[in-house]
């Protein structure tokens, strides 16, 4: 297991920008493919982005291409999700997630953090 801990979210309005952080425990960090998670208000926690362990591949979900960026820096054992052009149906509570075997899909991530709530404006 890792340990994960989100920050950066917030309040933006639509069209803005938000940066949002994962900061993970260990060592380990760097050999597990990592990902980000949302869950709006009602309802079912979806897939946003994922990583590989290296850095090399990205996934995203249809509803964020172009518009998010997902990255990581293994010798801070972080991760980040670049959010640009927001819109209303972004807002929801996003979750750091990590893994060691698989990238996905499927995304069936083992290891979470806590949350970071963000809330888009119209």
């Known amino acids: 297991q890792v340990q994960l801990v989100e920050s950066g979210g917030g309040l933006v309005q639509a069209g803005g920008s938000l940066r949002l952080s994962c900061a993970g425990s260990g060592r380990s960090f760097r050999g597990y493919h990592m990902a980000w998670f949302r869950q709006a208000p009602g309802k079912e926690r979806e897939f946003v982005s994922a990583?590989?362990?290296?850095?090399?591949?990205?996934r995203y979900a249809d509803f964020v291409k172009g518009r998010f960026t997902i990255s990581r820096d293994n010798a801070k054992n972080g991760v980040a999700l670049q959010m640009n052009d927001v819109k209303p149906e972004d807002t929801g509570i996003y979750y750091c997630a990590a893994d060691s075997q698989r990238l996905g899909p499927p995304y069936d991530y083992d290891d979470w953090g806590q949350g970071t709530q963000v809330t888009v404006s119209s």
């Open positions: 990583i590989s362990w290296n850095g090399i591949t990205t």
